[in-house]
């Protein structure tokens, strides 16, 4: 969601040329984007180390 109004805010700030606007708001996508790409890729590399341990665990 931070991705989507940032991305409309830096558009806004394009169109009525309001340069400290358009960076600040590029700034916030680029920090959504990362966290964005960071959260996916940790949830992936948990969901495969977790299909992975299929064998019986032992109870000693």
């Known amino acids: 969601m ?3 109004g ?3 805010l830096v558009i806004s700030a394009l169109y009525f040329d309001v ?3 358009l ?3 590029a ?3 680029l920090i959504a984007l ?6 996916t890729t940790a949830k992936r590399s ?3 180390r977790t299909s992975g341990d ?7």
């Open 2 to 4: 931070n991705v989507v």
């Open 27 to 29: 700034v916030w996508v």
């Open 46 to 48: 948990a969901r495969r």
């Open 19 to 21: 340069p400290p606007n």
């Open 34 to 39: 990362f966290n964005v790409i960071r959260y």
């Open 6 to 8: 940032g991305v409309g």
């Open 54 to 60: 299929t064998e019986a665990v032992s109870t000693e």
């Open 23 to 25: 960076a600040a708001n």
